[in-house]
C-alpha cells in the first residue's frame, strides 16, 4: 500500500495568514491526489484534484502543486471558514489511501 | 447536484454483519459513476473500504476484501454496504460516496453514519 503521510498535524493560523500543508507518499503517485476540507461533524468535501485543479465551486484561494511523493495544499489568504482539517488521498493505485489530516486551528 | 444519504442501525454485536444502504438522489445511479464506501474510525483517517460500479463490477480493500460485499440497486437508486465478523476496531463513521466519472477520487460523501460495534 502507499502511505500518506501529512505535515503538520496541527497548525495554529491566524486570518490572512498563508498556509501551506505538506502530503508526502511513499512511493511516486504522478499527480493522481486529491485534497479534501472537512469540517467537525461533516463529510470531507473535494478541493482540488490531480494535484493541482481546482475542483468546481472552490474558491481560488485554495491551490495545490507538486508531483511524484510530494505535494502542497496553500490557502492564500487564510478565512474564518477554513479552519477545517484537510486530507490528502492517492490515487495512482489500490487500495486508495489518505493522509493523516493537518487540522488547521485559530492561534 | 447529487446527494447522498446513508441508513442503517447504529449498533452492530460484535461477529455479526454491519449493513448500510446508500440512497441516492437528484442523480443518476447509473452512468459513468463508481459508489463508494468510505469510513474513518473515530480520531483516525480516512479509510477506503471499495465501490461498485452499477452493473456489478466492484474493487476491494484487499484489507477487508474477505467481509466485504458493496451492490447497487438501479431499480431503488441505492447502493449497499455489508461488513461480516465485525469487532470492535470496524467502529467508525461510515460515508457512501461518488467516484468521479473522470478519476479514483471522491466528488460527491454523504454526511456519515456512525456504527458502533458493541456487545
Known amino acids: 500500500d502507499i502511505q500518506m503521510t501529512q505535515s503538520p498535524s496541527t497548525l495554529s493560523v491566524s486570518v490572512g495568514d498563508r498556509v501551506t500543508i505538506t502530503c508526502r507518499a511513499s512511493q511516486s503517485i504522478s499527480s493522481w491526489l486529491a485534497w479534501y476540507q472537512q469540517k467537525p461533524g461533516k463529510a470531507p468535501n473535494l478541493l482540488i484534484y490531480?494535484?493541482?485543479s481546482l475542483e468546481t465551486g472552490v474558491p481560488s484561494r485554495f491551490s495545490g502543486s507538486g508531483s511524484g511523493t510530494e505535494f502542497s495544499l496553500t490557502i492564500s489568504s487564510l478565512q474564518p471558514d477554513d479552519f477545517a482539517t484537510y486530507y490528502c488521498q492517492q490515487y495512482n493505485s489500490y487500495p486508495l489511501t489518505f493522509g493523516g489530516g493537518t487540522k488547521v486551528e485559530i492561534k | 447536484q447529487v446527494q447522498l444519504q446513508e441508513s442503517g442501525p447504529g449498533l452492530v454485536k460484535p461477529s455479526e454483519t454491519l449493513s448500510l444502504i446508500c440512497t441516492v438522489s437528484s442523480g443518476s445511479i447509473r452512468g459513468y459513476y463508481y459508489w463508494s464506501w468510505i469510513r474513518q474510525p473515530p480520531g483516525k483517517e480516512l479509510e477506503w473500504i471499495g465501490y461498485s460500479y452499477y452493473s456489478g463490477t466492484v474493487n476491494y480493500n484487499p484489507s477487508l476484501k474477505s467481509r466485504v460485499t458493496i451492490s447497487v440497486d438501479p431499480s431503488k437508486s441505492q447502493f449497499s454496504l455489508q461488513l461480516s465478523s465485525v469487532i470492535a476496531a470496524d467502529t467508525a463513521v461510515y460515508y457512501c460516496?461518488?467516484?468521479?466519472?473522470?478519476?479514483?477520487?471522491?466528488?460527491?460523501w454523504g454526511q456519515g453514519i456512525l456504527v458502533t460495534v458493541s456487545s
Open positions: 460516496a461518488r467516484r468521479s466519472p473522470k478519476e479514483n477520487y471522491f466528488d460527491f
Open positions: 490531480q494535484a493541482s
